[in-house]
């Protein structure tokens, strides 16, 4: 699989989560972190549903946010919030997980 066939796996995913930042700064160094660890994720806009705070979070599989989330806090980032999203059709589930 390609980096790219990879990257489409995730965003085409129906259940997922995501984890959103206090900031910008905060959200740029989780990817240089999650890119160092060789992680699955990918980018995205913060669904309007989840923040304000910060227009960036990082979109992982179910399986991987557990991992992911310990990567980001020892690597000393802010996480905002950790959350499962799933659609169910036209409506988005969303789920507020409490991983510390």
Do not use: W
């Not at 959103?20 to 660890?37: C, V, Y």
Request: some cysteine.
């Amino acid at each position: 699989m390609t980096n790219s066939d990879d990257i489409g796996s995730l965003i085409k995913l129906k259940e997922y989560c995501v984890i959103t930042f206090a900031s910008t700064s905060g959200a740029l160094k989780g990817e240089r972190l999650m890119k160092a660890a060789e992680r699955r994720f990918v980018m995205m806009p913060t669904p309007r549903e989840l923040s304000t705070s910060c227009g960036l979070s990082l979109k992982v599989e179910p399986a991987d946010v557990g991992e992911s989330y310990r990567i980001l806090r020892e690597g000393g980032v802010e996480v905002d919030g950790v959350y499962r999203l799933s659609r169910d059709g036209d409506k988005k589930n969303v789920v507020t997980l409490h991983l510390d």
